[in-house]
């Protein structure tokens, strides 16, 4: 039994009420009130001398009210609380208030990048002239249905001269055609299913969960195959197309990775700090619950794998482990006495498997899930922090048969 009562609530704005359950240290008893107070937005618990209070996710109806307890003896009290009407103008809904951690328009021009850990720059200020967002990861496959079926290009005679000039933007990068769909082939002209896009100097490029830079704008960072002791602080030559670990040269950090298919210089977004318009300051939850929302829209599927980065050799001893998760509700707001905030999360079931299961169920045809990659230590960070929140709910909600039920962070920018 728990050594102290809790209060938890959770925003279900699809059918406008609050979700408010009670914890008790103890069964219920005469001692045992749950009043919301007069502005409708907190709660306050007594019980055997006990008082706890919790801020709700949103304002309800029920002002200056006592919730009936009538449940004697039970340990877990619940109730749904209606949203007042008077919010029905102001409450949007809540996946319109989340954002990606740090797009492109939220960073200014020539800011600079440094280590989150120590404040050691890595990139100089001035040296980005402009940042662009990364497009989706399927943008080859779009680019090729694109080129294949543009409207008003059926006449290749009639229309060439078009199609030799033909420049599509996506954002991020301009990709032209020149010629022919029959001279020249998808991945001439850059956009076909092998091509892949490369850091370019003086561009920051921006992903949901990493930026993209030239190695020449960066500096104070250590290239290794392997752990910082064996790393140099110029980029080695290999000659395979494998990828290096990136560490801080001054803290020892691992702040990316050096890709060779896209002589890019990765750094995760929560390993460094850049001055942004926003002034969000993204972790792992954050960047991993935006990839999950992206990963979701883009396939249709509620589940996905995260797997550990193996590209590169590393010195962790970890065994390695993927985490299996399968998404519930990607838009709630939740509040919790023993954190005393409304966070916005992604509501969703979880469970760690071995690397070697999660291998055979992306090999297998009938596989479900969407394959999400991020460094072990990223992945054991992850696990702490569902697994912390897990606590939070009642105790009768936090598992669903194999599965553990989680809360997973997301940014939320007003």
Known sequence: MASHSSIYAELLSNIRQVSL????ASPSDASTQVTIAADGRTVELRHHGEVRSLTLPSRVALGATALPTNERGS???SWRLPLGDHMASLHRDVADLQTTPWSAMDFEVGSE???????????????????????????AEMMEFWHCHKPGDHDHDSHGDDAHNHTASNGALDVKSHGKADEKSLAARGYGANSALTAQKGVGFVDLATLWFADT???????????YEHGETSRPYVSTQASLNIFCSSCETQLGFYYYRTAAVTLFKWQVSCRSRSGAVPGIPECLASTITATTARSGSSKSLIMPITETITASTETENAIHVWVMNSSIVYSSSEV?????AIKLLYRLIPREEADRMLDSVTC???????????ITEVV???????????ESQRVFKEWKVG?????QLL
């Open 21 to 24: 359950a009670v914890s008790l």
């Open 75 to 77: 340990v877990t009290l």
């Open 113 to 139: 990048v440094a280590c989150r850990q120590c404040g050691a720059v890595v990139v100089d200020k001035g040296a980005i002239e402009v940042w662009k967002d990364l497009p989706s990861e399927n943008w």
């Open 217 to 227: 704008d960066c500096d104070g960072l250590m290239y290794s195959l392997s752990d």
């Open 340 to 344: 005393n905030e409304a966070v916005p």
């Open 368 to 378: 479900d899930a969407q394959e999400i990659n991020l460094p072990a230590g990223a």
């Open 384 to 394: 702490k922090h569902l697994d912390e929140s897990n606590l939070l709910l009642p």
């Open 407 to 411: 809360l997973l962070k997301r940014l």
